[in-house]
């Protein structure tokens, strides 16, 4: 039950902008979860392994993968991947650190009662340095996607011709995954 009196919510310009924000947050998480799923089926990364904790609530890694959190999933990627530079890990960590903060508190952060232009510019100007934060993140990830996917385009091209040397001309069910 929800008590007290009602609130007023966001402008306009708040809301687009929060939803632009969260769109890349979730372009961030999306490519958490692909690169860590094909790494893991064309076995170029580790299976992710459950803690015990984990073994209660999965059944398996593609569970896992489907309803981890991002920061789980940023440690499991860390496990896995290496970058060019620690500064890479950083620039992940604050963008999923962003993404929560979006995701769990920042509606209910702000006083939406009696908003002035200044205090909406100043929200929006937060929102905007976040998005900035999480295109980066998004960005990191990407190139990810991409090396991955180029690795992977050379392993089905590979088992593409060796059946095709054995006869089979069919080309095998791929689990090229769309996120």
């Known amino acids: 039950m929800i008590t007290g009196t009602p609130k007023t919510l966001p402008s306009r310009e708040i ?9 890349t947050a979730q372009q961030l998480e999306d490519g958490l ?15 992710l392994e459950l803690t015990p904790k984990e073994k209660k609530r999965y059944k398996d890694s593609v569970e896992l993968l489907d309803k981890a959190t991002c920061g789980r999933l940023l ?10 530079s620690e500064d890479h890990w950083k620039i992940l960590a604050t963008a999923i650190d962003d993404r929560n903060f979006l995701a769990h508190r920042f509606l209910v ?9 200044q205090k909406e510019e100043e929200i929006v100007h ?3 340095g976040i998005f900035v934060r999480l295109w980066k ?6 190139a990810l996607k991409k090396s991955l996917d180029e690795q992977t385009d050379q392993i089905d091209l590979y088992l593409d011709t060796l059946m095709k040397e054995c ?13």
Do not use: W
């Open 137 to 142: 993140a998004v960005q990191i990830v990407r």
């Open 33 to 47: 979860r692909y690169i860590l799923d094909s790494g893991e089926h064309y076995g170029i990364i580790d299976e």
């Open 126 to 128: 937060v929102i905007y």
């Open 167 to 179: 006869g089979i001309e069919s080309k095998l069910p791929r689990k090229k995954i769309q996120r």
């Open 109 to 117: 952060q702000f006083d939406y009662d009696g908003m002035t232009a």
């Open 15 to 23: 809301s687009y902008n929060y939803c632009v924000a969260m769109f």
């Open 75 to 84: 440690i499991a990627l860390k496990k896995r991947v290496n970058m060019p």
